[in-house]
């Protein structure tokens, strides 16, 4: 089993960047396609962005593309996302998801398809 901790939410004014980061612990990170999600109060929980195994890929909502950066550090077991930009819209609670993957390169950007949950990290921009 995978056990993922979220840090780095806050308040920010809009325009202003943040940068999450989940630690992962229990398995070996490097077998795990990771993902972010993020859920506004009574809004389902949404894709924010994705990275393979091996970090060669990602994908981002259209909603944060240009603005948003997902990395990872294998040797860290660390998956971080860098916001910039932010906007009120982008209040939420940040969810860092893992999911065990038997291809490298391959990424995932369902919430149904990933095993593993952190707590969630609350992002909060004011307009």
């Known amino acids: 089993q995978v056990q993922l901790v979220e840090s780095g939410g806050g308040l920010v004014q809009a325009g202003g960047s943040l940068r999450l980061s989940c630690v992962a612990s229990g398995r070996t990170f490097s077998n795990y396609s990771m993902g972010w999600f993020r859920q506004a109060p009574g809004k389902e929980r949404e894709f924010v962005a994705a990275?393979?195994?091996?970090?060669?890929?990602?994908n981002y909502a259209d909603s944060v593309k240009g603005r948003v950066t997902i990395s990872r550090d294998n040797t860290k077991n660390t998956v971080t996302l860098q916001m910039n930009s932010l906007k009120h819209e982008d209040t939420a609670v940040y969810y860092c998801?893992?999911?065990?993957?038997?291809?490298?390169?391959?990424?995932?950007?369902?919430?149904?398809?990933?095993?593993?949950w952190g707590p969630g990290t609350q992002v909060t921009v004011s307009s």
């Open positions: 998801a893992a999911v065990l993957s038997s291809s490298a390169q391959r990424i995932y950007v369902l919430r149904y398809t990933y095993d593993y």
């Open positions: 990275i393979s195994r091996s970090g060669d890929n990602t």
